[in-house]
């Protein structure tokens, strides 16, 4: 009789780069706001770090678009992951994918990456603050310690417009029911006619913190949400003297209209710029395609690309997402990254192209 009573597990895990993944389920969870859960056709382990994020790689109206979403899952559920996007008035990606991205649709995701996590920045004591579909990160940080039993002091404050619009609603009065360490607070701006609210009403402010979490100025923060609310929160703070170094902030940021590139296409802007000696050029060659350009002082690999019409997928811009991620084969570069790329890529000879300023010549595998 055999004893191997459990096959080897074989399923690969994932890591940051692009991959081609399923959409599986949709799911309504306010009036303006959808889950599309995936996975992939051949099982594949999501493990991240909470809090982190993944870039869409889409085509509209065919143009190829790049956009950046928190995972809102936890790594505790593997198999799959999960996205909560709320539809935008005139947001032409939001609702691109509201009206069209339905179950069995394939498509590509970059990631996962990010600074803004639970994992990098642990404390027995956290104090998640939200606003808005900004829940979607720290909803993933809670969930990951309620599945895992994490011994955490969880305060969760979320604030919303009205009763319909909060986010998780059921899930959230269900964790605060089942364990004493997550306690939940949930703040509505106003209700409408025939909705019951007995919670706080209003915008998060000083009282209310001090009503809510006494001891915040104890606890690691995490904040999510709208920039003016944001903002708030750091103003707050500071007037309290908390230390910064324990408040974290999710925020993408907005893509460049313009990369530097393009601006310098313009003949107006060329003609203006200033003479640059020869040896003051930097060469950048893209060995895969066989071209190579000289580059001013400053100027990116990214934008060296783009002058020779080259088109590194990228999205935010800022070094934060990983996606123009590119192998660098000679030559130095300045990189100066907000965490999308790993120590292991950069000893690898990985840049992330839209931060990295050529030191001299350079070779790109491109």
């Not at 956009?67 to 593997?78: A, D, G, L, W």
């Not at 993933?140 to 895992?148: I, K, N, V």
């Not at 009503?211 to 920039?227: N, Q, S, V, Y």
Request: charged share 20%.
């Amino acid at each position: 009789m055999s004893t191997n009573f459990l096959n080897p597990v074989n399923t690969q895990t994932w890591a940051n780069g692009r991959h081609l993944v399923r959409c599986v389920k949709v799911i309504q969870e306010t009036w303006d706001v959808r889950t599309f859960c995936f996975n992939a056709d051949q099982p594949i382990m999501f493990f991240f770090k909470p809090g982190q994020f993944v870039t869409l790689e889409l085509e509209i109206d065919g143009v190829p678009i790049m956009r950046s979403y928190t995972i809102s899952s936890s790594p505790s559920v593997p198999y799959s992951f999960s996205l909560t996007i709320k539809r935008v008035p005139g947001g032409k990606v939001s609702n691109w994918l509201h009206d069209n991205l339905k179950e069995g649709d394939e498509l590509a995701v970059h990631g996962p990456a990010g600074l803004f996590n639970a994992i990098d920045f642990s404390n027995e004591k956290v104090l998640y603050l939200s606003g808005g579909v900004g829940i979607t990160p720290v909803m993933s940080m809670a969930r990951w310690f309620f599945d895992t039993n994490g011994a955490v002091d969880m305060v969760f404050v979320h604030s919303a417009r009205s009763p319909k619009d909060v986010i998780y609603h059921r899930e959230l009065e269900h964790m605060a029911s089942r364990i004493s360490n997550f306690s939940l607070h949930i703040i509505c701006e106003k209700h409408g006619l025939g909705e019951a609210w007995a919670g706080y009403r209003g915008y998060l402010n000083q009282k209310m913190l001090e009503l809510i979490a006494p001891d915040f100025l104890e606890r690691e923060i995490f904040c999510c949400g709208p920039t003016p609310y944001m903002q708030a929160v750091k103003r707050l703070l500071e007037a309290n003297g908390f230390d910064m170094q324990r408040y974290h902030e999710e925020s993408f940021g907005a893509t460049p209209a313009e990369d530097r590139a393009d601006a310098i296409e313009h003949a107006e802007q060329a003609a203006d710029a200033p003479v640059l000696d020869v040896a003051d050029l930097h060469q950048v060659e893209f060995t895969s395609t066989g071209k190579s350009i000289r580059v001013a002082p400053g100027e990116t690999v990214h934008a060296a690309a783009a002058k020779l019409g080259l088109h590194i997928p990228k999205a935010c811009g800022m070094g934060i997402c990983g996606t123009c991620k590119v192998m660098k084969t000679a030559g130095e570069v300045s990189m100066e990254h907000n965490g999308g790329i790993t120590d292991e890529d950069v000893a690898e000879g990985y840049i992330l192209s839209c931060c990295s300023v050529p030191k001299g010549d350079v070779s790109i595998d491109y």
